[in-house]
């Protein structure tokens, strides 16, 4: 049973729980974690896979076969992730260039959700930028998105001043010029998530339809392994950082959906409790079994 997970304590607790069920778990090395997500979504090259949430969305709208196992392997607040170089505030994104990454960047989704309801940016009136395409083949960029000549570099172009703002988590440059665009982001992410009641997840880890059929009792030794993990290591707050099972998920999932359908990366909604139903049925267990 293939795995690619980023963080080494989860990984080990999955290791270990799925070798205990009888079946001998091989953990590949991607780094970063998220290159192996183009594989595992359209060649089901893993079994067991850290992604991004919009990539599990993305996945199930364009009728791969990618499941939830609901566990978060990467929550952070996301406020803090537009920058710039001048004196520009979230508020004037209308009018300027941004660059992103990738268009499906769950990073991106977040942000740009934000930027549409606390500031009323209307994201068609900025000059949109990305450097390359979807982890899901067949995932097109809205017709309003310019992509980038080829060979060049999202941070290139903010540093060198083509571009007005970046939306950057963990490829922001090293630079005492960049600031954040969002006043107080620190404050206004946590405020932000106190609101809502959860954070803005960014990894997830997915399960192949094959290896949820045809290996359930590992899959969710896995599944409980690194739960204990993440129970053990939670952070204190208002917020889990890490919420882990389908009721702690559904805010963010349903949230995240909203955002991405109203960008243009999925073609379609994406109902959070039939991608419960998804996942249950396939492990043949109720949701109940998967904190939900």
Known sequence: MKLVLGRDD?????????????????????????????????????????VAIVTVLQAVAHGRPVLLLPLTTLGRHQHQTLVTLGKLSAQDVAGHSVGVRSWSQTTGVWMRGFLTEQYGVDLRKADWTTYEGSHVD??????????????????ADFLEGRLDFGIMGNELPADDRIRTAVRHARETAEQWSRDQGFI????????????????S?????????MRSVLDTKAEPGQVPL????????????????AYALEQGVIPSPVDYDELVERSSAALGVPPARLGG
């Open 200 to 215: 803005p997840v960014n990894h997830v880890v997915g399960v192949s339809e094959a290896a949820a059929a045809n290996h």
């Open 138 to 155: 067949g995932a097109e960029d809205p017709s309003w998105v310019r992509r980038a000549p080829t060979g060049a570099k999202l941070q």
């Open 242 to 257: 890490h919420p882990v099972g389908f009721g702690a998920l559904r805010g963010a999932f349903t949230k995240a959906a």
């Open 217 to 225: 009792a590992a899959v969710l030794a896995a599944y409980d392994a």
């Open 10 to 50: 989860l990984a080990a607790a999955a290791e270990s729980a799925i070798r205990e069920t009888g079946t001998e778990p091989e953990r590949l090395a991607v780094s970063p974690v998220h290159k192996a997500s183009r594989g595992f979504v359209n060649e089901s090259n893993a079994d067991l896979c850290e």
